[in-house]
């Protein structure tokens, strides 16, 4: 396949992952005022993994169950299990939309993070952005002590820990084994809910058993066709077109849960999404310049 072609199909993939990813939170929210969120959890971890280990068990064999580096396979699970658990009781709480905008928070959190943990060293340039994305975060929150949604705060926690999931997981590329770390994004939490899950447990009906499927599904098949993508085009080049998943969880928080769009979170999610591009934009540079 033609390079042009290649990162054109990247692109297309890359937008479906959002989508899809934003329809599994619209089933998720809708679910959480259904079933106790341990178990809409559970029910989304435990599909992923069982699907993802049959898929991974036809193309590669059991290689996949091996890893050189559990102790980071599990600690990356249990921050991308935290992530989940703070979206989904914020859900419960607050628009889609706006918990949606705040998890996209964690580029910003990321460049944080790089700076304290793995030292690296920051430009002016990059320095603004983050600035300009904590000024989105505000707005998004709520401008104004007087109309600062707490719940929001929930969404804003799972950014910092999905950060540090997104911190591990480029820790671990060309490391570990490729197959290993996808099986492991959701094997650990699956084992701890299926425990966890037991005492809070409800038999759902029908309509709601099928809405638990789908979550399922989506899941898999969001984070599948998101690998796809980095398959046909690298990661560094497909990161900004995931916004895309802000834009469709907007949609189906107006149109599914009647949701209003506050000018101060299209505004706020609008500062998060360029200030993000931007930092992306920058590493990119610096990158190719390195290689000059």
Same mark, same amino acid.
């Given at each position: 396949?033609?390079?042009?072609?290649?990162?054109?199909?990247?692109i297309?993939?890359?937008?479906?992952?959002?989508?899809?990813?934003?329809?599994?939170?619209?089933?998720?929210?809708?679910l959480?005022?259904?079933?106790?969120?341990?178990?809409?959890?559970?029910?989304?971890?435990?599909?992923?993994?069982?699907?993802?280990?049959?898929?991974?068990?036809?193309?590669?064999?059991?290689? =996949? %169950? /091996?890893? *050189?580096?559990?102790?980071?396979? $599990? &600690?990356?699970? @249990?921050?991308l299990?935290?992530?989940?658990? +703070?979206?989904?009781?914020?859900?419960?709480?607050?628009?889609?939309?706006?918990?949606t905008a705040?998890?996209?928070?964690?580029?910003?959190?990321?460049?944080?993070?790089?700076?304290? =943990? %793995? /030292?690296? *060293?920051?430009?002016?340039?990059? $320095? &603004?952005?983050? @600035?300009?994305?904590?000024?989105?975060?505000? +707005?998004?929150?709520?401008p104004?002590?007087?109309?600062?949604?707490?719940?929001?705060?929930?969404?804003?926690?799972a950014?910092?820990?999905?950060?540090?999931?997104?911190?591990?997981?480029?820790?671990?590329?060309?490391?570990?084994?490729?197959?290993?770390?996808?099986?492991?994004?959701?094997?650990s939490?699956?084992?701890?809910?299926?425990?966890?899950?037991?005492?809070?447990?409800?038999?759902?009906?029908?309509?709601?058993g099928?809405?638990?499927?789908?979550?399922?599904?989506f899941?898999?098949?969001g984070?599948?066709?998101?690998?796809?993508?980095?398959?046909?085009?690298?990661?560094?080049?497909?990161?900004?077109?995931l916004?895309?998943?802000?834009?469709?969880?907007?949609?189906?928080?107006?149109?599914?849960?009647?949701?209003?769009?506050?000018?101060?979170?299209?505004?706020?999610?609008a500062?998060?999404?360029?200030?993000?591009?931007?930092?992306?934009?920058?590493?990119?540079?610096?990158?190719?310049?390195?290689?000059?």
């Amino acid at each position: 396949m033609r390079k042009d072609n290649s990162l054109l199909v990247g692109i297309l993939l890359t937008l479906l992952a959002g989508a899809l990813l934003a329809c599994m939170d619209g089933i998720g929210k809708r679910l959480t005022l259904l079933l106790p969120v341990i178990q809409v959890i559970w029910f989304r971890y435990f599909v992923q993994t069982i699907l993802v280990g049959a898929y991974l068990s036809w193309r590669t064999g059991t290689g =996949f %169950l /091996r890893t *050189r580096h559990p102790g980071l396979q $599990i &600690l990356r699970g @249990l921050c991308l299990l935290a992530t989940t658990f +703070l979206m989904y009781e914020a859900f419960k709480r607050v628009p889609l939309a706006d918990a949606t905008a705040m998890l996209f928070f964690s580029p910003i959190m990321v460049t944080l993070l790089s700076v304290l =943990f %793995l /030292r690296e *060293r920051i430009g002016p340039h990059r $320095i &603004l952005a983050v @600035l300009v994305g904590f000024g989105g975060m505000l +707005l998004i929150l709520g401008p104004g002590f007087g109309r600062f949604e707490p719940a929001l705060g929930l969404a804003l926690l799972a950014s910092v820990s999905n950060a540090l999931f997104l911190l591990l997981t480029r820790h671990l590329a060309g490391r570990e084994d490729a197959a290993a770390t996808q099986f492991n994004t959701t094997v650990s939490g699956a084992v701890i809910l299926s425990f966890a899950v037991v005492p809070s447990w409800q038999t759902p009906d029908a309509g709601t058993g099928l809405l638990l499927a789908a979550i399922g599904l989506f899941g898999t098949l969001g984070h599948f066709t998101l690998v796809r993508a980095f398959a046909h085009a690298p990661a560094s080049l497909l990161s900004p077109f995931l916004y895309s998943q802000v834009l469709i969880a907007g949609l189906l928080s107006v149109v599914l849960f009647g949701d209003p769009l506050r000018p101060s979170m299209v505004a706020g999610t609008a500062l998060l999404v360029a200030s993000g591009v931007y930092i992306w934009w920058r590493e990119n540079r610096r990158r190719l310049e390195a290689m000059v």
